[in-house]
């Protein structure tokens, strides 16, 4: 499933900075603040989903503040499956073992049409110590039909330098479930013959219907006031993830090898087999600066992790200040990863399998770029809207050099177009 | 690569000592925040869009992480 | 890798809070005589009890302290209180839109330069000092936060309770 919940513990940390230490902007309400978000986001082809985030935040006696954010989101649409195109027509049979999937030759394989919907609840609550510390505590629960994450973070942070600069460090935990239609497949193992579908697709599958997962994530960050116009943030961040990691609905296509007739072409399909567990580290750096009312945000994200992936991200964002308090903000974002140790696009038949591989073009090598608009303007006095566009499109290996035989023909990474609306409403209450 | 790694972290903690320590200096003083403490440079405005962006990252990329917690704002309280 | 990550990472900040311990802080003047000087009338805080609040309308906190000032100014000016609001917005129609709004009855200075916050080497915003009627420094308040309005308030009171010295 792509879109599943461990990365909302990524969203609880967000959640922990807002909450922390507040925007410093003045209000005219100031009590509380409500966010609220609608986002409608289409791969051409592929998934369609629309999130709603509702964000609510208020301060409590003592100067505690409490947030709450509730999450929904719905997702449909189609996948690759992780199989290799190919000249004859394959059929793949639904996880439920009664629906059938029919891809034409010449096409990368998708699976069948999902409907999915995810529901997810964060709550947190800071507490000042003093002038300089402040520390938040918050929870997470998520769920979805075949996914569950409940969570638990915490996080304290200290200003110095009359509040130039401030410290922190966070942490969250989080214990999920991986609870896959039709139970988690044995990695590795062969899929039942295509045609017809049968009950037998349950033999080559595990006992159990489902697996856990274990999410542990520590950030450590430095804030820094360089001028009156200028601020910049410097990261460390470090997850490791263990547990049940493959994606429970992908396999790779097992094709003739070099030397056969129909080299390239798939004689069987297996499930996916991943690491049990993931270490992954980041340093990100940020600067922010007013130029003469306008402003512009500059970000570097150097990540890596133990599958051997490295990844560069370049975020920019200039904000135009127009008159009447509002605003036009242009975003430019560039990404490139490199891939998995145990990607691979397709195994060979007669070939010893790899100890681990997978063909989902999430852990390929691959470029990336967004780019997008938000138009700001206030509402009444003390709220805003934000009216956002962007475009995404990933660009990967479309004839990587391992490609054999027939595969040498085929597009192996299509390229991913989406665009995406999003609808944002802040009021202070 | 490991050689870059380390370097990379060297370069960042320095910077990150720099910030700490020698700078007592370094940064303005407690009234001189007006710019900073403007809605458009709080880093942590927008949460929302943040965490959908994040959400959509995660899920399309492999990579994770990064942003984080910072300060700035008009240092009041 | 991340074990001797996270020691350098620890080390830099040891070795960072340890060295700007040793920055001195400078005392903000003991007299009102400053304050009194930039005054069209230096002589009006004469045997009063002055509140030197400094501000600027960017200050969320600053903003919630001004009604708690207006009403410590209301019911002690006949005892002989004085609020002196020194203001240090760069932008001085933001601290004029917002003086109209809240109608402030206590003087105000206007420092855009900062150099009254300069003598009295601010450390936060809003920073208070409270001068009694001899025009000596009795204590300053970082911050502003309502429940500090409970001890400030007998602090007042009792600096009006003392007599006139001079």
């Known amino acids: 499933m792509q879109l599943n919940g461990s990365k909302s513990i990524r969203g609880a940390l967000a ?181 017809p579908p049968s009950e037998d697709g349950r033999e080559s599958r595990g006992a159990h219907s489902t697996r856990p997962k274990e999410v542990f994530d520590v950030v450590f960050g430095v804030s820094q006031i360089l001028d009156r116009k200028t601020i910049i943030r410097l990261n460390y961040s470090y997850n490791r993830t263990s547990g049940y990691l493959n994606d429970p609905y992908k396999i790779l296509s097992v094709v003739n090898d070099q030397n056969s007739p129909d080299a390239g072409e798939p004689v069987n399909y297996v499930y996916e087999n991943r690491p049990r567990a993931a270490g992954r580290q980041a340093f990100y750096g940020q600067v922010r600066r007013d130029l003469s009312g306008n402003t512009i945000d500059l970000s570097y994200r150097f990540f890596w992790d133990n599958w051997g992936i490295t990844s560069h991200t370049v975020d920019v964002f200039y904000r135009w200040q127009l008159r009447g308090d509002r605003a036009l903000q242009p975003h430019l974002r560039w990404y490139h990863q490199s891939q998995a140790s145990f990607y691979h696009a397709f195994l060979v038949d007669g070939v010893a399998f790899p100890q681990y591989a997978s063909a989902d073009t999430r852990l390929a090598r691959f470029s990336a770029v967004t780019a997008g608009l938000q138009y700001s303007l206030p509402i009444t006095v003390g709220s805003r809207l934000n009216i956002t566009a962007e475009y995404y499109t990933q660009v990967g290996d479309r004839s990587p050099p391992e490609a054999i035989g027939r595969l040498r023909q085929y597009d192996l990474f299509p390229r991913m177009n989406v665009l995406m609306f999003r609808l944002g409403f802040e009021s202070g209450f | 690569m490991r050689i870059r790694k380390l370097f990379i972290a060297f370069i960042i903690s320095t910077i990150a000592a720099f910030s700490l320590g020698g700078c007592a200096s370094m940064g303005v003083n407690v009234w001189e925040r007006d710019i900073l403490a403007k809605p458009a440079m709080q880093l942590d405005a927008n949460a929302n869009d943040h965490a959908l962006d994040d959400h959509i990252y995660f899920s399309k990329e492999a990579s994770s992480g990064g942003r984080g917690f910072g300060g700035g704002g008009c240092g009041c309280n | ?80 209180f004085q609020v002196i609001a020194v203001n240090l917005d760069k932008d001085h129609k933001a601290a004029q839109a917002f003086l109209e709004e809240t109608k402030a009855p206590f003087a105000v200075i206007f420092d855009s330069t900062g150099s009254l916050a300069k003598s009295y080497h601010l450390e936060a915003m809003p920073m208070s000092f409270l001068y009694g009627r001899d025009g000596n420094l009795r204590t300053s308040h970082e911050g502003f936060l309502p429940k500090d309005t409970v001890d400030l308030n007998a602090l007042v009171r009792k600096l009006l309770a003392e007599s006139v010295s001079k």
């Open chain 1, 15 to 195: 959640t922990i900075t807002a909450a922390l230490l507040g925007s410093g902007a003045v209000s005219v309400a100031d009590q509380g603040k409500l966010e609220s978000s609608l986002l409608y986001y289409s791969e051409s082809g592929r998934v369609r989903a629309t999130e709603g985030i509702v964000n609510i935040s208020k301060q409590l006696k003592g100067d505690r503040n409490i947030g709450v954010k509730l999450t929904l989101d719905g997702l449909t649409g189609a996948t690759p499956n992780g199989a290799a195109p190919s000249s004859k027509v394959q059929t793949f049979t639904g996880a439920s073992g009664s629906t059938q999937n029919v891809v034409p030759p010449g096409v990368i394989p998708l699976d069948g049409a999902f409907h999915d919907t995810r529901f997810a609840v964060d709550a947190n609550l800071s507490q000042p110590w003093n002038r300089v510390t402040s520390s938040v505590f918050g929870v997470h629960f998520s769920a979805e039909h075949d996914y569950y994450s409940f969570g638990v973070n915490s996080g304290i942070t200290r200003d110095f330098n009359r509040k130039n600069t401030t410290v922190g460090l966070s942490g969250s935990y989080s214990h999920d479930i991986v609870a896959p239609r039709g139970s988690a497949p044995v990695p590795f193992a062969f899929l039942p013959a295509s045609t």
């Open chain 3, 1 to 80: 890798m991340f074990k001797r990550l996270l020691i350098v990472l620890s080390c830099t900040l040891l070795l960072s809070i340890s060295a700007f311990s040793f920055a001195a802080v400078n005392d903000p003047p003991k007299s009102i005589k400053l304050i009194a000087s930039a005054l069209s009338d230096s002589a009006q805080l004469k045997n009063k009890v002055v509140y030197v609040d400094f501000w600027a309308s960017w200050c969320t906190p600053c903003r919630k302290s001004f009604p708690w000032m207006k009403e410590l100014q209301d019911s002690y000016r006949s005892k002989g």
